[in-house]
């Protein structure tokens, strides 16, 4: 056997199944998602009722926007994983203003294109990172500009007031429940 052919079989091999049942292969060790408790799943739903329902009857009763389409994907990472970095207040807040600024920049400034829009997205991706503020739900921001054309203002209500206020009612309640939230500030 020449040493390509030697090669090549040792790499399959490597990557054969073994014939012992016992024996685990690397591809089957991958984590499986993680499992909540009926009890901690309570509580996550009974958070993101909560925190919804502030933003919606601040929005409805008080005339105060604070509703955004990708708050509720925010609330969701806020309240059942609230130690990954994604759900901390500088990536909530910061990743919200952030994508929202840079949909309505493209917005204004390139038109309602859709290279503007992809460009508008991509360029969200790229600051969160550089500014460490990474938060998955703020990347639909620049779509829900683009399909609704606001003012400037739009940056601070919903985005910055309805970001902040999440933080805050996230705070509170994880504290009521004795669960540690923030895992950090910034």
Not at 80 to 90: A, G, V, Y
Request: hydrophobic residues 55%; contains cysteine; glycine residues 6%.
């Amino acid at each position: 056997m020449n040493d390509i052919a030697s090669s090549r079989a040792a790499r399959v091999a490597d990557t054969a199944l073994p014939a012992h049942p016992e024996i685990r292969h690397p591809v089957a060790a991958r984590p499986s998602p993680p499992r909540h408790t009926l009890g901690a799943g309570l509580l996550a739903c009974l958070g993101v009722f909560i925190v919804i329902a502030v933003l919606g009857f601040s929005s409805f009763n008080l005339g105060v926007l604070l509703a955004l389409g990708s708050f509720g994907s925010t609330a969701v990472m806020m309240f059942t994983f609230p130690e990954i970095h994604f759900s901390q207040p500088r990536s909530v807040v910061a990743g919200h203003v952030i994508c929202t600024a840079v949909g309505l920049a493209a917005l204004n400034w390139l038109g309602p294109s859709w290279w503007s829009l992809a460009l508008a997205a991509a360029a969200s991706c790229a600051l969160m990172m550089m500014a460490r503020a990474l938060h998955p739900p703020a990347g639909s921001n620049p779509i829900i500009v683009f399909l609704l054309g606001p003012k400037w203002s739009f940056l601070l209500f919903p985005t910055l007031f309805g970001a902040l206020t999440m933080v805050a009612v996230a705070v509170l309640y994880h504290r009521a429940c004795r669960r540690h939230y923030p895992a950090y500030w910034y």
